[in-house]
């Protein structure tokens, strides 16, 4: 039997063990996916027993996109240029490979009609989900992005990287405790944990008078899937924007994950299904 695991923290409210078993099941595949609990500081000791432990792979979560990279012996392209790992490969060597779904996961949630094309699009963050959708815009060819952080010295490195990998792309990094006009935005997108249920589920990252300024035509994309509408999202569709949750992203990032440990495509409905009962 496989065995597949999520390594983050903390992690008492993830769905990637339903999800997953769900997509096992719809393939035929006995294996099994345990939600492990690491703290940063244990990231060297969990690397160690999953690979005692023969796992085949796992899945990464916050705060642990970015660290893990320093066990990963190849990365795939996405994983490299985003400079996030949220999936790996345990070799029979116990060598591993890094890749990012979470791009893809991001793309393949924009409804069609959807037109990012030369547009303006904010993003709110600088941690691993932030990279992942910035590439997934980049893709879109999106041609300005604005990051908003909370520490703009702290993301200085990230922006002169995304300079330098994104020449065609214009960036730009604002403090996001001082957001007050999106007016030039065609998509909103929250990849801060602002929001999530057992951290901060009655906040938003974004006050409601500078939510106003968006055009009546713009996009809201919180990839929190639980709970299914934010904060963010539930402002927004009091102003009648359009709005995203994550919860197709995280399903389809799941999707990838499974085709890249088993070579076998699992059942989106399936897996999205086993989702919705348990949020």
């Known amino acids: 039997m496989y065995k597949f695991g999520l390594i983050g923290y903390p992690l008492g409210h993830s769905l990637s063990a339903v999800i997953h078993r769900a ?10 996916y345990d939600i492990l609990e690491t703290p940063p500081e244990d990231l060297v000791s969990r690397i160690k027993s999953l690979k005692r432990e023969n796992y085949f792979g796992f899945n990464v979560t916050i705060p642990l996109k970015l660290p893990v990279a320093l066990f990963i012996d190849e990365v795939d392209k996405r994983a490299d240029v985003a400079s996030a790992i949220n999936t790996v490969v345990i070799n029979s060597d116990k060598t591993m490979k890094g890749y990012n779904t979470d791009v893809l996961g991001f793309k393949k949630a924009i409804p069609y009609g959807v037109e990012l094309e030369n547009k303006k699009v904010g993003v709110l963050g600088t941690g691993g989900a932030s990279r992942a959708a910035t590439v997934a815009l980049v893709e879109c060819g999106v041609k300005h992005i604005a990051l908003y952080t909370r520490n703009i010295p702290n993301s200085l490195e990230l922006l002169n990287y995304l300079r330098r990998t994104f020449p065609q792309v214009d960036f730009s990094t604002h403090q996001i405790d001082a957001i007050r ?12 944990p602002i929001g999530m249920l057992g951290r901060s589920a009655d906040l938003s990252p974004v006050e409601f008078s500078a939510l106003k300024t968006m055009s009546c ?13 934010t904060v963010l999202l539930k402002d927004a569709e009091k102003l009648g924007l359009q709005t995203i949750n994550g919860l197709d992203m995280f399903i389809y990032q799941a999707v990838s994950a499974q085709e890249i440990w088993l070579n076998k495509t699992p059942d989106f409905n399936a897996m999205k299904l086993a989702a919705l009962e348990n949020l």
């Open 217 to 229: 035509d713009a996009v809201v994309y919180d990839v929190i899937y639980n709970p299914k509408k």
């Open 181 to 192: 006009d999106l007016s030039e935005l065609a998509m909103l997108v929250n990849t801060t």
């Open 23 to 32: 997509g096992f099941e719809s393939i035929g595949v006995q294996a099994s």
